[in-house]
C-alpha cells in the first residue's frame, strides 16, 4: 500500500497554508413515500476529511502528485496517511475525496509554479 506524502515525494514540502479537518458520520436515511422515515449507521467510526493546498511548487512536484493520484486510479484506491505531515501522530486509511485542484500560477525563467488543492477522506 502507497504511503503519502513518502511515495508523493513531498515529505520535505508541508501544506503552506495549513489544513482543515472535518468530521462526518456514515448514516443513510430512508423515507418512504407516505414519509416514515428509517436511518440506519453504517460506521459507528466517524471519519474525517483532510483539506489542504501547496502553493507555489515547481512542475517536478505537481507531476509527482499528479502521479500519486493516477495510480491510485484517482478516488478509488486507498492508501496511507503519515499524520506527521500535518503536525499529529499516527497513520491512517485514506482515499482521495474529490479531484486534485491543480491552477498554473506563474511561468518564467524556465519555470512554472502551480497552486494544487487536495481532499483526503479517511476510511473504516
Known amino acids: 500500500m502507497a504511503t503519502y506524502p513518502t511515495d508523493a515525494s513531498m515529505t520535505n514540502r508541508k501544506p503552506d497554508r495549513g489544513f482543515k479537518i472535518s468530521k462526518i458520520s456514515r448514516n443513510v436515511n430512508f423515507t418512504s413515500k407516505i414519509g416514515y422515515e428509517k436511518r440506519k449507521q453504517l460506521s459507528r467510526r466517524i471519519s474525517r476529511i483532510f483539506d489542504f493546498s501547496y502553493t507555489s511548487i515547481d512542475s517536478t512536484l505537481k507531476d509527482n502528485l499528479e502521479q500519486f493520484y493516477n ?33 498554473h500560477v506563474i511561468s518564467g525563467n524556465n519555470a512554472d509554479y502551480y497552486n494544487v488543492s487536495l481532499s483526503l477522506i479517511e476510511v473504516p
Request: glycine share 12%.
Open 71 to 103: 495510480a491510485r486510479g484517482g478516488t478509488f484506491e486507498t492508501f496511507t496517511l503519515n499524520l506527521s505531515h500535518f503536525g499529529l501522530q499516527g497513520l491512517i486509511n485514506v482515499k482521495f475525496n474529490s479531484d486534485i485542484t491543480i491552477d
